[in-house]
């Protein structure tokens, strides 16, 4: 990183080096506002978290007991936990399938959007813009009434309309299976606008003159799509799945509300409901904060490298 | 809501009264603790249950009998409390200084270090008169750290058409009304709406049968759901669950009515307010809830009346005819904050809300008020009887220091939603016993 | 968003065919609509399963607003009512007038105001910085801000409050905006440092050629190139400030300094959760705010995305 030569080339192209040479402190000049504002009040704060996973820290620290030192035990705590770990499974494996779900619609909606009319393309837009942009708080209450089981439209559609008796009364959220059916159903549908947007923006770029170049070649589309299409987005599509996979494993919300709605806690925890029900035990909390960074790392990590090789950081 | 709002205005008229005769109350001198230095001090109430009559009465006797210093009523949600209590009691600054908090709760927080000792005013506002659950729940070393503010009442509503149809009597012990709740049920109307997480209501067979969630035996809290007495109560409840309701198993206790007025239940237990929620069909004006003139307000007045002749109210039973079931209480209790700057000025304001008056404001307000000897206030109608004498005999929850984590971990809804699908009690019961004792200790 | 792929741009030649770079994504598009797929039969199918999604993604959001002109009555009953005929403006006409509604809603703007212009200017010099410079630390610093957003932040409240607590920020609009700020800064820098490295330096130098100060360079030029890439971000960035619950209940427990969503979830717990048709009223006029400054900046974003999104 030689930062060190004042000189910038006035004159025009510098197609291989492009980022101009500076004295170093004006790039720390102008990361100073964000950095001081992370730090203080989002670095601090889980710095913090992390050295209270070495103490012992609860409600009684909170209202000033000294806290004690404990080294690694909230964390041995935990691993030798089996629960722990059932939790852990599940919400990698959760992660993984809705990471792929949201992946696999979002391409296909993306690709169908370059396809079709403006009518169709901007209503298909707007609505995804508006389950996007409606508020987690209500969007998730309908969702709890749409499955609900004695007064929900799904069951009544089901056993009224197209006759499944045994759907009447059905419960969709008492069953973990079932449960996480359901949960998949949300998530991808609030996910499902980031991934269409940013993919669509990203197919509209793939240049028109290399595909009609395939065509010509006698390339299928199916062949265009795989060969050509999909390479030439290849940063975008890894840059999405890597979000959607930090965002899934950390999922919530969604989650928890669903839980409120009369699901078993226990069969349904995953890595997020599972730290906010250390509500008082801090430490704790924190040591399974860590634990998740851990686990987004390795699940991540692969892509991250590739990303730093190829310097696309 | 309509209708508890119109109630509301009653009672702040009869209360405004009583504001009015309790200026010159002789024990209410503030100079019996010194005077505190005049400051502005910080009260949270949650929900909406302690009403505008209620504040405004707190409000004007704190600042008359406290010259020069002001009280802030600042209303919480009780869905986000803990995390408030979690951060702001633990500020100078910021700390309320005296704050109402749920009797499940209370454990929690009294042994964090988060209220002030006032064990000095426990006999002064009532002492052995005090709900004794309640107070349990506020003790941490033999010293109280916070009161009992109210105990939300509870009764059985039963439909009375039901009840004549199918020839069933209001029962006298809790096995008949067992009996009662299997009798009304049918394929489309549950004999007794009892959803499968709700916890509430399922405490009461485990705690008339004399079981209990959990046990402290020295220092060590045990799970007590596989005793022989807690295993009777819930075998009771998986006959309930599966014989006498429809209600669903993933569901929990809110809205009970709802299936009530749909005609699908026959009766349902609730809090007493729950009476301004009964809307059946028959009875149903189509009086649009925006109407206020004076034709809609007799119409409206009509509907409640006609709701209330077909619905009948009572108390659950106990084990012989003549006792009473032993129930969970809701409620709350009051707490100083321990970090509070103005400990004589919350003090005071605890003493206030203590007097003889405000203790039967709330009564007229249809809470059981935390002084047992003001609850004749709620009136003699059959939904205050009912009320009183349930709340007589109610029960708390474990007074364990991590209790809130129990309810965190949503740990009896579960095992009661185990119950409700059918699940073996004695091993449910077991497995939740290693959970609580778990999560306990 | 996807904008964090992007390389430094390999620099064009020559001004002219760089300016032209905006409109590329029109030109683009114009050329995906008309080509690739072969019969018009083809096309109308495609279209026709277009609107069925898109039907069937909107539903919720139909239904949010159905209820709420229901009466308590239709909404609890054993058959759905689809659309609300005969319906009550009672429970909008409830939100409208309720005065700790436009109390919330001020502040939850106010928030928003700060927060936006506090992470867009913060995370667009940052950005600058990391994408137009070489510096030691460089790397470190993008990696730092990937990662942070990987760390759960559901216990991070106790710390963030005592820290607001010790600067008196309690209670306070714009201690609510500084950990919102922060919480939303790390993502924001990815996504401009990809739109700043998708505009060309070289831009800049000519216009200083052609006599303009750097200062005066950067806003004649590169700032309206950048306009669609920070539209983009903001609405991640009004999002997340609009709709957050857990640090707003911590921080703001004064009634009066309420944002939105603790204003509906006090809504639903003052109507003891029965009156749903209220509670849905007032989702939706929450909504509204959110789904005008959408539709408003839809356009700049999508060719916004377009202009980060791809390495150039």
Aim: hydrophobic share 50%.
């Amino acid at each position: 990183m030689a930062a060190t030569a004042p000189a910038v080339d006035v004159t025009g192209a510098a197609p291989v080096t492009p980022r101009r040479r500076r004295p170093p402190f004006g790039a720390y000049g102008l990361l100073v506002p964000a950095a001081v504002v992370i730090g203080v009040a989002l670095g601090y704060p889980l710095v913090r978290q992390f050295v209270i996973s070495f103490q012992e820290y609860g409600l009684r620290q909170q209202f000033g007991q000294p806290a004690e030192w404990v080294g690694l035990a909230n964390y041995t705590d935990l691993l030798t936990d089996p629960y722990v770990w059932t939790v852990i499974g599940r919400s990698i494996l959760f992660c993984l399938l809705n990471a792929a779900v949201t992946m696999v619609v979002g391409v296909a909606l993306a690709v169908l959007m370059s396809r079709v009319g403006k009518v169709a393309r901007t209503t298909l837009q707007v609505s995804l813009l508006l389950a996007w942009g409606t508020p987690v708080l209500a969007s998730m209450t309908v969702w709890q009434w749409l499955f609900d089981t004695q007064y929900g439209v799904i069951n009544w559609v089901l056993s009224e309309v197209l006759g499944i008796d045994s759907m009447a009364g059905h419960s969709w959220i008492i069953e973990p299976l079932s449960f996480y059916f359901v949960a998949t159903v949300i998530v991808v549908w609030m996910s499902v606008p980031f991934v269409v947007f940013s993919v669509y923006a990203g197919l509209l770029q793939v240049p028109e003159e290399t595909m009609e170049a395939a065509q010509l070649d006698g390339a299928s589309g199916w062949q265009r799509f795989w060969g050509i299409t999909i390479p030439m987005m290849r940063p975008v599509l890894s840059i999405v799945m890597l979000l959607q996979v930090i965002w899934d494993l950390k999922v919530f919300t969604q989650i928890y509300v669903l839980q409120r709605a009369g699901a078993p806690t226990r069969d349904t925890n995953l890595l997020g409901t599972l730290i906010y029900s250390y509500a008082g035990e801090f430490s704790k909390a924190g040591a399974l904060a860590t634990i998740m960074l851990v686990i987004t790392l390795a699940l991540t990590g692969f892509y991250i490298r590739q990303m730093l090789k190829e310097d696309e950081l | 809501m309509k209708m508890l709002r119109f109630a509301a205005v009653g009672v702040a008229a009869a209360l405004t009264l009583t504001a009015c005769s309790s200026g010159d109350d002789p024990s209410s001198d503030p100079s019996e603790a010194g005077t505190p230095e005049p400051a502005t001090i910080k009260l949270w109430l949650n929900g909406t249950d302690t009403g505008d009559a209620l504040r405004e009465y707190l409000v004007t006797t704190f600042e008359a009998e406290n010259p020069g210093s002001k009280l802030v009523i600042e209303e919480q949600d009780w869905s986000g409390l803990v995390p408030r209590l979690q951060t702001a009691l633990a500020s100078e600054d910021q700390t309320p200084d005296v704050v109402e908090i749920g009797n499940t709760q209370s454990a929690t927080f009294t042994y964090a270090g988060a209220f002030s000792d006032i064990s000095d005013l426990y006999e002064e506002v009532g002492g052995a008169k005090l709900l004794q659950g309640f107070v349990d729940a506020g003790i941490a070393d033999g010293k109280n750290y916070a009161l009992p503010y109210y105990s939300g009442a509870r009764a059985v509503f039963y439909n009375k058409d039901m009840f004549a149809a199918a020839g069933v009597e209001v029962p006298t012990t809790i096995a008949e009304f067992g009996e009662a709740a299997k009798k009304l049920q049918s394929d489309s109307v549950s004999g007794f709406w009892f959803p499968g997480q709700d916890w509430y209501n399922g405490a009461t067979w485990l705690y008339t049968a004399g079981g209990d969630f959990a046990v402290q035996e020295g220092d060590e809290w045990k799970g007590a759901l596989s005793e022989p007495k807690s295993i009777e109560g819930l075998e009771q409840v998986a006959d309930l669950f599966a014989n006498a309701t429809n209600a669903p198993a993933d569901s929990d206790s809110n809205e009970p009515w709802v299936p009530f007025n749909a005609g699908q239940a026959a009766m349902f237990s609730a809090p007493t307010w729950a009476r301004w929620s009964i809307d059946l069909p028959q009875c149903n004006k189509g009086v649009d809830p925006d109407d206020t003139s004076d034709e809609a307000k007799a119409l409206r007045g009509e509907q409640q009346a006609c709701n209330e002749e077909h619905t009948g109210v009572f108390a659950m039973p106990g084990n012989a005819a003549g006792d009473y079931a032993t129930a969970f209480a809701g409620g709350s209790n009051i707490a100083v904050a321990a970090k509070s700057k103005n400990q004589d000025l919350a003090k005071s304001l605890v003493r206030i809300i203590y007097s003889p008056e405000f203790q039967q404001m709330l009564g007229e307000n249809g809470l059981i008020p935390g002084n047992t000897e003001y609850a004749s206030s709620m009136g003699d109608d059959v939904y205050a009887q009912a009320a009183i004498s349930a709340a007589l005999n109610a029960k708390l929850t474990p007074a364990a220091e991590k209790w809130a984590d129990v309810e965190g971990d949503r740990i009896l809804e579960d095992f009661f939603q185990q119950i409700a699908t059918g699940a073996d009690v004695a091993e449910a019961a077991a497995a939740a016993d290693q959970l609580l004792a778990d999560t306990l200790n | 968003m996807s904008a964090l792929a992007t390389p430094p741009a390999p620099a064009p030649h020559g001004v002219p065919e760089v300016a032209s770079a905006p409109a590329r994504p029109a030109r683009r598009r114009a050329s995906a609509e008309s080509g690739r797929t072969a019969s018009p039969l083809a096309r109308r199918l495609l279209g026709l399963v277009a609107v069925l999604v898109a039907l069937a993604w909107v539903f919720p959001i139909y239904w949010m607003i159905n209820s709420a002109f229901l009466p308590l009555n239709k909404l609890q009953a054993p058959d759905p009512t689809f659309l609300p005929f005969g319906g009550t403006l009672s429970n909008f006409r409830g939100v409208v007038q309720d005065p700790t509604f436009w109390a919330a809603m001020r502040v939850s703007l106010a928030v928003v105001v700060i927060v936006l212009l506090a992470a867009l200017m913060f995370a667009f010099l940052a950005a600058l910085a990391v994408s137009r410079f070489r510096f030691r630390g460089r790397k470190s610093f993008i990696l730092t801000i990937l990662v942070v957003q990987m760390i759960p932040a559901e216990g991070l409240f106790i710390s963030q409050y005592q820290m607001l607590d010790g600067w008196d920020l309690v209670n306070k609009v714009s201690g609510l905006a500084l950990v919102y700020t922060a919480a939303i800064l790390p993502f924001t820098i990815w996504m401009l440092r990809g739109f700043v490295a998708g505009v060309p330096i070289e831009l800049e130098e000519a216009a200083m050629v052609d006599g303009l100060s750097r200062v005066g360079a950067f806003f004649r030029i590169t700032f309206p190139l950048l306009a669609p890439g920070l539209v983009a971000s903001g609405v991640y960035g009004f999002l997340q400030a609009w709709n957050e619950y857990t640090l707003a209940l911590v921080v703001m427990t004064d009634p009066a300094q309420r944002t939105l969503p603790l204003w509906l979830q006090g809504l639903v717990e003052a109507n003891r959760a029965t009156d749903w048709g209220v509670v849905m009223a007032g989702a939706s006029v929450i909504a509204i705010p959110v789904i005008v400054f959408f539709l408003f900046v839809q356009g700049k974003m999508t060719s916004g995305l377009v202009a980060g999104a791809v390495k150039g």
